[in-house]
Nanobody, 111 residues
Framework: QVQVVESGGGLAQAGGSLRLSCTISGGAIDQYIMGWYRRPPGKEREFIAQISKSGETYYRATMQDRSAISRDVAKNTVFLQISGLEAEDTAVYYC?????WGQGTQVTISS
């Protein structure tokens, strides 16, 4: 059974950057489309970026300039880096392996 675990959330400064990690167990990340999503307070969950089984990346248009998804297959981990942090980046960030969601990690941006 595949399990998805996000880490790296917490408090970050506006204008700074953060890197979130997503590690799966019970499967290999290059066997899934791996995606990052987020749910801002009071809003719907939204797509940020994904990386395909072959490593191709795809981004939400509004995040493309300041986010980067990558992976380390040996560590079975996918990363999401966001730079130029804004208050609007405050959200619970979720990782998805195929159709399996992680529990999410809270990110709070302080000004």
């Amino acid at each position: 059974q595949v399990q998805v675990v996000e880490s790296g959330g917490g408090l970050a400064q506006a204008g700074g950057s953060l890197r979130l990690s997503c590690t799966i167990s019970g499967g290999a990340i290059d066997q899934y489309i791996m995606g990052w999503y987020r749910r801002p307070p009071g809003k719907e969950r939204e797509f940020i970026a994904q990386i395909s089984k072959s490593g191709e990346t795809y981004y939400r248009a509004t995040m493309q300039d300041r986010s980067a998804i990558s992976r380390d297959v040996a560590k079975n981990t996918v990363f999401l880096q966001i730079s130029g942090l804004e208050a609007e980046d405050t959200a619970v960030y979720y990782c998805k392996a195929g159709a399996i969601w992680g529990q999410g990690t809270q990110v709070t941006i302080s000004s």
